[in-house]
């Protein structure tokens, strides 16, 4: 078996959920189970400064073989997500996959609905058994940073710059990158190595916020309601429908926009809704602010003061805002890309990323793919000759 398979198939076999309702980092111990584990194989490849530190963020440095100025540093993040299994993960793999729908027993990943997989035929694959996720998001990451330490480790002629990596918890829930120290992390610029096409390299995430929604009513018995009482549920479904339709996720692509309702609990007297509002433009995310406080203001009008509060948070920032300053990160992996034999390829990104943050810190941190599919649930898939094609770009950015 191959260095990079036998870490992939090791890794995802390690629980390491994250738990959006800690307060702690990481918020689940067990993430040091596979801190600990990487550290080990760190210390076999014979890395220098390797810290573990309280907060399960693991770095370490492979100094240069000829003297360069320049250090470049790689990340990928420790956890998978709350929201489904990933514990006890059995891995199923497909050698010389024929294209056609994947049988996992309970369920099936169809060509008709997932159609990625017609390009995929031929390849080794690597599926869940339909119960778990398969923990490629990003344990494929973390796997091709080592398969890429290991090759320089074999290969001492091949001369390479300073690199430094880190894996780093809770990515998931956003939270873990918040403790990441960049004085122990000392590089020009570091790429995130978490999702995406294997030739993929993106730098245009989301502008994001955060909404809180909390709407008191007045529970008074149905029998003596008339005139008195306020249903908070019924307010809350009056100001989701204030919204404009059309800003919803499920019918936005590219870099269009959403303010997304991600949970509304309650009753008759209190109720709470949780939005995630995005856009890559930062006075388009404004706007989009600007309707959810337009909204509040109606019902608070109609129905009296402090009826509705509404808290909007900042949580992070598109990272093209500063990369695009200084593309030294973009120049490399793009040309790293097309060494490798392949078309690079640049798309928004939909969501955010440990990079957006570090950018923000100071750090560009543009993101490359790993050939991992359809994370975040049982259907999640991964190529293994995808995965070879990252290690053979993440070599190339690290070569002198």
């Known amino acids: 078996m191959n260095y990079l398979l036998e870490q992939f198939l090791k890794y995802i076999k390690i629980n390491t959920m994250s738990n959006e309702d800690s307060n702690t ?7 040091f189970d596979l801190a600990n584990e990487i550290k080990l194989d760190l210390e076999k490849l014979g890395l220098k400064d390797i810290k573990l530190n309280e907060y399960a963020i693991l770095t370490a440095k492979l100094e240069s073989n000829c003297n360069s100025n320049l250090t470049i540093g790689f990340l990928a993040h420790l956890d998978t997500i709350p929201g489904f299994s990933g514990k006890n993960v059995s891995p199923q793999i497909i050698n010389n996959y ?39 998001d ?23 710059h300073n690199i ?15 403790k990441f120290n960049l004085a122990d992390f000392k590089c020009d610029y570091a790429y995130t190595v978490d999702g995406g096409m294997y030739n993929e390299i993106s730098y245009n995430n989301f502008n994001a916020s955060s909404c809180k929604v909390k709407i008191f009513g007045k529970d008074i018995h149905p029998g003596d309601a008339k ?35 991600c949970s509304i609990t309650g009753d008759v007297s209190n109720c709470t809704l949780d939005y995630i509002i995005r856009d890559h433009n930062l006075k388009k995310l404004k706007k989009l602010e600007d309707m959810l406080n337009l909204a509040a203001t109606f019902i608070n ?8 509060v509404i808290a909007i948070k900042r949580e992070y920032y598109n990272m093209y805002e500063y990369i695009k300053k200084d593309k030294r990160s973009i120049n490399k992996a793009t040309k790293a890309i097309k060494d490798a034999g392949f078309i ?33 649930g ?23």
Do not use: C, W
């Not at 430094?164 to 918040?178: K, Q």
């Not at 249903?231 to 919803?248: D, G, K, R, V, Y």
């Not at 798309?347 to 994370?375: F, Q, S, V, W």
């Open 25 to 31: 980092t990481p918020s689940t111990n067990y993430q």
């Open 98 to 136: 024929d294209g056609k729908d994947i049988d996992l027993g309970n369920i099936k990943i169809k060509v008709n609905e997932f159609t990625f997989l017609k390009k995929l035929k031929g390849h080794t694959i690597i599926t869940t058994d339909g119960t778990t996720v398969l923990g490629a």
């Open 138 to 160: 990003d344990k494929a990451g973390i796997s091709e940073i080592m398969a890429m330490l290991h090759y320089f480790k074999n290969n001492p002629q091949i001369k390479h």
């Open 164 to 178: 430094y990596v880190a894996f780093t918890p809770d990515e998931e829930i956003g939270s873990g990158i918040l």
């Open 227 to 261: 005139g008195h009482m306020l249903n908070a549920s019924l307010i809350a479904m009056e100001f989701q429908n204030l919204l404009p339709t059309f800003n919803n996720p499920m019918y936005t692509e590219g870099f269009e926009g959403f303010i997304h309702l």
């Open 301 to 308: 009008k109609k129905y009296g003061d402090n009826t509705i």
């Open 344 to 376: 690079p390829v640049s798309l928004p990104i939909r969501g955010g990323t440990d990079g957006a943050k570090l950018t923000e810190m100071g750090l560009n941190t543009p993101n490359l793919g790993t050939g991992g599919y359809n994370p975040h």
């Open 378 to 400: 049982p259907y999640e898939l991964a190529s293994l000759n995808e995965m070879e094609n990252v290690v053979k770009i993440l070599i190339n950015i690290a070569k002198k």
